[in-house]
């Protein structure tokens, strides 16, 4: 591990996520695995990942990682279900805090085969009606005996918020005591981890060090705030407010529950000054204890700056997804012919649209010229020999791929979208803003941009001395800052 090059406050580090599995969640996994890493190497911290997840491969899930290079054998991860199915104590414990009911009502259905984990483990089984819907399943111990039940919920985007009952069952399947739903579920689990800090400390002879977690997700934070001797860091990965994306649009249930829960956490830590400013102004000044830390653009090994760029071509690396409006930039490729006939734009990514997409391709007689790559992991590469990048999204965080593109150079032309590009790209300096939603505007600034072979050697020039200045470094500074202004010096005793 490199030397680190800031201090934090001394703690343990938690780093509390919905799920972290390969492949899935785009860039809020990689987001997530990263500040692990960044902790590591600029800090010097280990901390502990804890995943939420109702999954028993977490050990899959890590070597999926390091495969991909984000994570290293430092890295832990732990998941919820594995713990509790190590120690059913945890949720046996708590149960004890609400009783059974004197009659509970008996469960009916018809299950299914039970699953079974790497060890080939009955895990779970998944019990279901007459009509085949599933109506609850039984979570099985590292010996395949009873745990807990977990009635279904389908239909809600904020399931984690349902009130439903959670029975915790002893090995011979009685039910023993009743949890409050997911967050009786959850606050079980993170109770137990604290308690574990505190005794590594005690037989350790040392002090007691705080506990800080940074939650990722809002389903964790709303359910764990108010745990004693707990540090809470809420970190956002994504635009608060639902269509049409203005500072003043309404929130989706799933934003407007966490709002409410804002004021709970010790810090919350924005990625961009827009988004903190737009919900400080809706909200109220004080509504939270905000700190800006982007996302850091990280360094990007053997970048020759001589390498030549080919002055027609132009990349995207999107989902094919609604929100990504990829369908934007073929719309403006016609225009951008008629100024560059050999102009190409290749779409790296995958998705629901992929067949939509190719439609419009084909319809737009853009064969020739616009091509759709599907999803290659080494996607960023591309990156060093373009032309631009072009991000016609419809709302951010903080787009991960601006970054990957000014660390290798590369311009980009983006819509203006909240949150991210704004204060990512310098326009007409590293790359170029279009107004959002403007595809007209947008074929023109790409015609502006391509086939300039001078503009596009200055901008990737500029572009990397933006990234070089906005590096992990810059970014674990800020950290260190906020987690000194939050972190208590002593735990409490207890």
């Known amino acids: 591990m490199p030397e680190s090059t800031v201090a934090f406050p001394a703690a343990h580090y938690l780093i509390a996520t919905s799920r972290l599995r390969p492949g899935l969640d785009g860039g809020y996994t990689v987001a997530t695995l990263n500040r692990a890493r960044l902790f590591a190497e600029q800090a010097g911290v280990r901390a502990t990942l804890l995943a939420f997840d109702l999954a028993p491969e977490s050990g899959g899930f890590l070597d999926g990682f390091r495969t991909i290079g984000l994570a290293d054998e430092g890295t832990r991860l732990q998941t919820i279900l594995e713990a509790v199915r190590e120690h059913p104590e945890i949720l046996r414990e708590a149960a004890e805090l609400s009783p ?50 977990l009635p279904y919920i389908s239909g809600r985007a904020d399931w984690w918020r349902a009130e439903v009952e959670v029975p915790v069952l002893g090995e011979d399947g009685r039910e023993l005591g009743r949890l409050d739903g997911f967050r009786g579920l959850y606050r079980a689990w ?46 956002v990965h994504s635009a608060h407010v639902g269509p049409p994306y203005t500072a003043d649009a309404p929130m989706d249930a799933s934003w407007a529950g966490w709002i409410d829960t804002i004021g709970e956490y010790d810090a919350v830590a924005w990625l961009t000054e827009r988004q903190r400013a737009d919900v400080h102004a809706r909200f109220g000044e004080g509504v939270a204890r905000s700190f800006v830390v982007p996302h850091p653009a990280e360094p990007v090994a053997d970048l020759d700056p001589a390498e030549p760029r080919d002055p027609m071509r132009a990349v995207m690396i999107a989902r094919l997804a609604p929100g990504k409006r990829v369908d934007h930039a073929i719309r403006a490729w016609p225009a951008v012919l008629e100024r560059h006939p050999d102009a190409r734009l290749d779409v790296y990514g995958d998705g629901a649209l992929r067949a939509e997409l190719t439609e419009l391709i084909t319809a737009l007689g853009l064969v020739d010229r616009v091509t759709l790559r599907g999803n290659d992991p080494a996607a960023p590469e591309q990156l060093r020999t373009a032309a631009a990048l072009v991000l016609t999204t419809l709302y951010e965080g903080q787009s991960l791929v601006l970054l990957e593109a000014a660390a290798r150079g590369c311009p980009a032309v983006s819509y203006d979208a909240p949150y991210g590009p704004g204060e990512t790209i310098q326009d007409g300096v590293t790359g170029r803003l279009v107004t959002s939603g403007d595809i007209a505007a947008l074929a023109e600034v790409l015609g ?21 200045a906005n590096g992990p470094e810059q970014t674990a500074a800020r950290w260190a800052q906020l987690l000194e202004a939050v972190v208590p010096r002593e735990a409490a005793a207890g």
């Open 190 to 235: 993170m109770l137990h981890v604290v308690r574990e800090e505190a005794r590594a400390d005690e037989a350790a002879g040392r002090a007691r060090l705080p506990v800080v977690a940074i939650v990722e997700a809002r389903q964790v934070g709303e359910l764990v705030t108010g745990i004693p001797n707990l540090t809470i860091v809420h970190t």
């Open 448 to 468: 502006d941009v391509l086939g300039d072979a001078e503009g596009i050697q200055r901008m990737s020039t500029a572009a990397r001395a933006w990234a070089d």
């Open 100 to 149: 059974a009911l004197a009659d509970p009502q008996p469960q009916t259905g018809t299950p299914d085969p039970a699953d079974l984990d790497p060890t080939g483990t009955p895990w779970r089984i998944l019990v279901r009606d007459a009509d085949g819907a599933i109506t609850h399943t039984d979570f099985l111990d590292a010996e395949g005996r009873p745990l807990f039940r």
